[in-house]
């Protein structure tokens, strides 16, 4: 069946533009999450969403990193201004969301963004 | 959370079975034990998860200590597609779920 689908694969940017990365999790999956992998690191967390409620956004590093799932489905990461530092895989996962904690979490491939 | 401690790598020989260990001296009565791995260029993938009795499934088996301070993963027979860095997690009932990930362990099989 479908799995987590991330979009672009691969994103260039210049410092100091905007991007987009897009999650589209498996269908009827309650929770999402987006972490951060910079190379050679283990998956950092980000921020979590419950359907469309972000529950929890302190793995955020900055204001300028910026998610959304506005119909608890399909999510964004947004980050504005990029800055080098910004450069890792973005990776997104959904879980049924019952029993939060044993629930296992599927993951998407990824999203490699560079900042040049 | 409760922090768990594996070794930075380990090889192994094609077709043997491969015993990867991991501390959790701090673990709370409601945490459980997850495993999951990740192979190159591609996101973790969950193995096997555990409270208290050991597990069998069809990826591998995973071993609890009596006292829970302790756990290992055993791949019965290791592949090459098995080359990854797998990572022990503690997961407790009581957040929103989220995996807090280590260094893990890089498991390299060698035919």
């Known amino acids: 069946g479908a799995g987590v689908s991330q979009s672009p694969r691969y994103k260039v940017a210049k410092r100091g533009q905007d991007v987009a990365l897009r999650c589209d999790p498996i269908s009827g999956h309650v929770s999402l999450f987006w972490y951060q992998q910079a190379l050679g690191q283990g998956p950092e967390f980000l921020t979590y969403?419950?359907?469309?409620?972000?529950?929890?956004k302190s793995g955020l590093p900055s204001d300028r990193f910026f998610a959304e799932r506005p119909e608890g489905s399909v999510s964004t990461l947004k980050i504005q201004r990029t800055q080098q530092e910004d450069s890792a895989v973005y990776l997104c996962a959904s879980s049924t969301g019952q029993h939060s904690y044993n629930s296992p979490l599927h993951f998407g491939n990824g999203t490699r963004l560079t900042v040049t | 959370d409760a922090k768990t401690t594996q070794p930075n790598s380990m090889e192994s020989n094609e077709e043997e079975p491969v015993h990867l260990p991991c501390n959790h001296s701090?673990?709370?009565?409601?945490?459980?034990i997850h495993w999951y791995r990740q192979l190159p260029s591609q996101g973790p993938e969950y193995v096997i998860h555990?409270?208290?009795s050991n597990v069998n499934n069809r990826m591998a088996s995973l071993a609890i200590a009596e006292d829970r301070k302790s756990s290992t993963l055993i791949l019965h027979r290791a592949t090459l597609r098995d080359a990854a860095v797998y990572y022990c997690?503690?997961?407790?009932?009581?957040?929103?779920?989220?995996?807090?990930f280590g260094q893990g362990t890089t498991l390299q099989v060698k035919p």
């Open positions: 701090t673990i709370s009565g409601t945490d459980y």
């Open positions: 997690i503690l997961r407790g009932s009581g957040n929103t779920g989220k995996l807090i």
């Open positions: 969403f419950q359907n469309e409620a972000q529950l929890d």
């Open positions: 555990g409270l208290t």
